[in-house]
């Protein structure tokens, strides 16, 4: 088990339990986001990696994983096709966020607008299609060459 699995769990719990502290001891509107985002930093620290990888019953997988991992940190092919894919992936994303800054600058010109949720909607779906359009500029990169 790598030492790094072990400070990353202890990073999340540590952070989830500053954000919970905070939505206690703290009267705002963020109280509900604040304790939800606690509570899953806590979960992610306890589950996602430390402990589902030290069990015996998946000891074996994860060294075919940090293997696998190793071998694809050195393979310059897989490289170089991850920073095209990055690259098309952020040019992709700043057209779309310019083209967003324009369409809600004329959304509130004529008043559509009231309240934000729209917006955190929008942006919630672009983070997702951001990191979605890399993973499949990639797969294609890797079926090209």
């Known amino acids: 088990m790598k030492k790094s699995n072990l400070l990353t769990s202890v990073c999340f719990l540590f952070t989830g339990a500053i954000l919970m502290v905070?939505?206690?001891?703290?009267?705002?509107?963020?109280?509900?986001?604040?304790?939800?985002l606690g509570f899953t930093y806590l979960?992610?620290?306890?589950?996602?990696?430390?402990?589902?990888?030290?069990?015996?019953?998946n000891n074996a997988r994860y060294q075919e994983r940090l293997e696998e991992a190793h071998i694809n940190a050195i393979d310059e092919r897989k490289e170089m096709l991850r920073n095209k894919a990055g690259r098309q992936a952020y040019i992709i994303?700043?057209?779309?966020?310019?083209?967003?800054?324009?369409?809600?600058?004329?959304?509130?010109?004529?008043?559509?607008?009231?309240?934000?949720?729209?917006?955190?909607?929008?942006?919630?779906?672009?983070?997702?299609?951001?990191?979605?359009?890399?993973i499949v500029i990639y797969r294609r990169l890797c079926e090209k060459y």
Do not use: H
């Open 43 to 57: 979960i992610i620290g306890l589950f996602a990696k430390y402990c589902y990888w030290r069990t015996p019953t």
């Open 93 to 134: 994303g700043m057209a779309t966020a310019c083209l967003s800054a324009f369409i809600f600058a004329v959304l509130d010109q004529l008043e559509i607008i009231a309240d934000a949720t729209p917006i955190l909607i929008y942006l919630g779906g672009f983070i997702v299609f951001e990191y979605l359009i890399g």
């Open 22 to 36: 905070i939505s206690f001891y703290f009267e705002s509107k963020l109280d509900n986001l604040l304790f939800s």
